[in-house]
């Protein structure tokens, strides 16, 4: 994907919200007017594939051109993305359901994906579990995604809500251990490795603890 059909794709499914709240943000820091630092912010969208989190995480607001030009960006990953993975295999990491199929063996929760199944596999999950978790199929930063405790649901209402979310995949709770449980008992907390496979030998970039904050 080239450099303008990237952020092609990128204005035609902006959160421009998003940029305007994070202009306003940021303007609490450096204190320039918000409409500078959102022009500021789409120059670094269009010039670096740089997203408005990236503009406020990376503190992008304060660097050089130099700088922002070293900072790895969303365009920047997608294309690395692009370039490093078999388009062919992408698949099974852009669809959860497909995912969860690939690796079920790995995945140690049953879960179900209601796009391939009836009310009734779907009441039948439910049955002796707590509580389950539901997802869209093909969102992230846990957008869309839900827990429902069963006793507090009416099957079909539930069902139906989540046919009409297109919240498709429903899986076990994931239960942690103590240890990992300990940094935030709110939320699964899990470690991420970024990793690049060359040939047999497989590189760590880079790595790290992501956790919740209760809230």
Known sequence: MSRLSFLLKRMKSTNYRGFIDAARRVSKINHRPWPVNLAD?????AKYGSSHVDYETFEMYAMSAQERANVLTIGKNSELVRRLNDREKMVYFEDKAVFNQKFNKYLKRDWICLKDCTFEDFARFLQGREKVITKPLDLSCGKGVAIYYTAAQEPKELYDRLMAEKAYLVEDVVVQCDAMASLCPSS??????VTILNGDEVSI???????GRGG
């Open 41 to 45: 912010c789409l120059l670094c969208t």
């Open 188 to 193: 699964v907390n899990t470690v991420r490795l």
């Open 205 to 211: 970039v880079a790595g790290c603890v992501r956790m």
